[in-house]
């Protein structure tokens, strides 16, 4: 079974919008990741929160992490073709020793 | 600098026939960690294993053996493929100090008829 669930599956937007897409996990965590994934290729790291923070930037993105609903959030600002992809969010549990992934949001950056 | 790669690409093969699907690395990590993919369910752990010798058994192990002789390599063996055996494969890696990111082959289609 999947620990951590994304929300949507799938999301439209036009170049210059926001992308936000979440994920929900079951079990305590050491720290949530979310990676990205372009056609036909093999996943990407994108940014990692640990279960002590609540939020994180990396460029345009912006992470938030809440321990109490079990929920994170990645945002997209300013989006642009390039960003069409799935996103993946992993969470590290207590073991530590690998990640499980959720099923994933593709999103679609029209131009 | 190679990173992690994965060979085949495709394969194309029947029912009931051994597949052997290759990982190698070039950063000496000491994790490493095979995955399939499948629409609906994202990404599943098959195998991993935390050093050469070492393996462990993730999400859906069953049809599947690895080997980890040589830290670099960690290849994946279907014994007997079977249609549901189906999928996209990825194997990674990561340091063995950190918990943190894993890096990812490019991935092997995988068809079986």
């Known amino acids: 079974s999947q620990q951590g669930e994304e929300d949507p599956q799938a999301l439209s937007i036009q170049e210059g919008e926001n992308a936000t897409m979440n994920c929900s996990y079951k079990?305590?965590?050491?720290?949530l990741q979310w990676y990205r994934q372009n056609s036909g290729r093999g996943l990407v790291h994108l940014i990692l929160?640990?279960?002590?923070?609540r939020e994180k930037h990396s460029g345009r993105l912006r992470v938030t992490l809440d321990t109490s609903k079990k929920s994170s959030s990645l945002l997209i600002t300013a989006s642009r073709a390039a960003d069409t992809a799935s996103y993946f969010c992993?969470?590290?549990?207590?073991?530590?020793?690998?990640?499980?992934f959720g099923g994933g949001t593709r999103v679609l950056v029209k131009p | 600098d190679a990173g992690i790669t994965q060979s085949p690409r495709y394969k194309i093969t029947e029912t009931g026939r051994q597949v052997t699907l290759m990982c190698h690395q070039t950063?000496?990590?000491?994790?490493m960690f095979w995955y399939r993919q499948d629409l609906g369910h994202g990404l599943r752990l098959i195998y991993y294993?935390?050093?050469?010798?070492?393996?462990d058994k993730g999400e859906v192990p069953d049809g599947y053996v690895v080997s980890r002789s040589k830290t670099e390599n960690f290849p994946l063996t279907l014994e007997s493929a079977t249609r549901s055996q189906t999928s996209v494969y990825f194997c990674?890696?990561?340091?063995?100090?950190?918990?943190?990111?894993?890096?990812f082959g490019p991935g092997t289609r995988l068809l079986v008829l």
């Open positions: 929160i640990r279960s002590n923070e």
């Open positions: 079990t305590s965590i050491n720290n």
């Open positions: 950063w000496s990590h000491s994790y």
């Open positions: 992993a969470t590290d549990g207590a073991a530590g020793n690998k990640l499980t």
């Open positions: 990674a890696s990561r340091y063995s100090g950190s918990k943190e990111t894993q890096y």
């Open positions: 294993s935390a050093a050469a010798d070492i393996t």
